[in-house]
C-alpha cells in the first residue's frame, strides 16, 4: 500500500482496490500503529480493507465498528469467522483480549470530584447513555468502570483519597455479594455506604435486568446482536447518536421505574 501510495510511477488513483493486510501493525510503536489506523480509515473512504491483527491499537473503537470485528476460531481444523455480536466460546477467550484493551482505552480514570465506578464496562455504556441523553444523571459524576466483579479495590483505594465522594455498584448475584464482603475487609465498614447493589431488597438482580423484555428485543434488534452485553457495546460505539438518544428516551415505563432507585442513589452524590 505505501509503495503504491508513493510511487510516483503509479498514475492511477486509489480508488474500488481490495487491501489485505496479515498483522499491519507488526514491529510498530503503538503510537505509530495509532498512526497508521487513521491512514487506514483515509484510504478505506475510497477502497476496501481487511487486515487481521492481535493489537488493540488497531481496534479503536472510534475508528472500527465493533459490528465490524469478525473473530477467527479453529475448532477441529475447520477455521470459520464469527461476528463479534454473535462470538461464543469458553475455551478462547483470550481471542477477545484486545477488543476489550481496545474498549478501555478511551476511558478517562479522572478520580477528581463525584465519581462512579461500575462493576463492568456494561453498566458504563448504560449509565453514560442515560447521562449523555437525558438529564436525569448530573453530568458533573463521572462514571469509571471496572472489569469485573470484585476487582476494583484498586480503583477504591484512589478514590478513597482523591474523589469528594464515590459510589461502587455492584451486580446483585453471588459475585457482587462476594465482592461486597471483599471490600468491607479490605477497606473496613467505613465504605458500608458506598456500596450499592441493585435492588437489594430482591434475591437476584443484575444489570440486564434492569431492561424488560421489551426494550431487552428493541435494543438487539437495533444493534443485530444476539447477545445483550455486547449489544449495549454496539449501541455505545457504532450507532448514530440520535438511534442512541431515541432508544434511551424511550425506555418503558418499566425499565424507567426500575431504574430510578438507582439514579436517585447516583444523584446523592
Known amino acids: 500500500m505505501i509503495k503504491l501510495k508513493f510511487n510516483p510511477n503509479y498514475k492511477g488513483k486509489l480508488e474500488n482496490s481490495i487491501f489485505l493486510l496479515d498483522e499491519p501493525g507488526s514491529y510498530l510503536h503503538s503510537s505509530a500503529q495509532s498512526e497508521l489506523l487513521k491512514e487506514l480509515e483515509q484510504v478505506s473512504k475510497n477502497n476496501y480493507i481487511v487486515y487481521c491483527t492481535h ?25 470459520s469467522l464469527q461476528s463479534f455480536g454473535e462470538y461464543k466460546t469458553s475455551k478462547n477467550k483470550s481471542a477477545l483480549s484486545p477488543i476489550y484493551q ?40 463521572k462514571i469509571i468502570p471496572s472489569s469485573g466483579a470484585g476487582q476494583s479495590s484498586t480503583l477504591i483505594s484512589i478514590a478513597i483519597p482523591f474523589s469528594d465522594n464515590y459510589l461502587i455498584l455492584l451486580d446483585n448475584d453471588r459475585a457482587g455479594k462476594s465482592a461486597k464482603k471483599k471490600y468491607l475487609k ?10 450499592h447493589l441493585y435492588h437489594e431488597e430482591k434475591n437476584q438482580f443484575l444489570l440486564e435486568d434492569f431492561l424488560c423484555g421489551e426494550d431487552k428485543e428493541k435494543l438487539q434488534k437495533a444493534t443485530g ?15 448514530e447518536k440520535e ?7 424511550k425506555l418503558s415505563s418499566k425499565s424507567s421505574s426500575l431504574l430510578s432507585n438507582l439514579i436517585k442513589r447516583i444523584n446523592d452524590l
Open 55 to 79: 493489537s488493540q491499537y488497531l481496534l479503536n473503537p472510534k475508528t472500527i465498528k465493533l459490528g465490524s470485528i469478525k473473530i477467527v476460531e479453529k475448532v477441529k481444523s475447520c477455521i
Open 102 to 141: 481496545a474498549l478501555q482505552l478511551n476511558f478517562a480514570h479522572d478520580f477528581i470530584g463525584k465519581i462512579v465506578i461500575t462493576e463492568g464496562v456494561t453498566d458504563y455504556y448504560l449509565l453514560t447513555l442515560i447521562q449523555q441523553h437525558t438529564s436525569k444523571i448530573d453530568n458533573e459524576i
Open 186 to 195: 479490605e477497606f473496613g465498614d467505613g465504605i458500608k455506604n458506598n456500596i
Open 225 to 239: 446482536a444476539k447477545d445483550l452485553k455486547k449489544a449495549f457495546g454496539f449501541l455505545f460505539y457504532d450507532l
Open 243 to 249: 438511534v442512541q438518544k431515541d432508544f434511551i428516551l
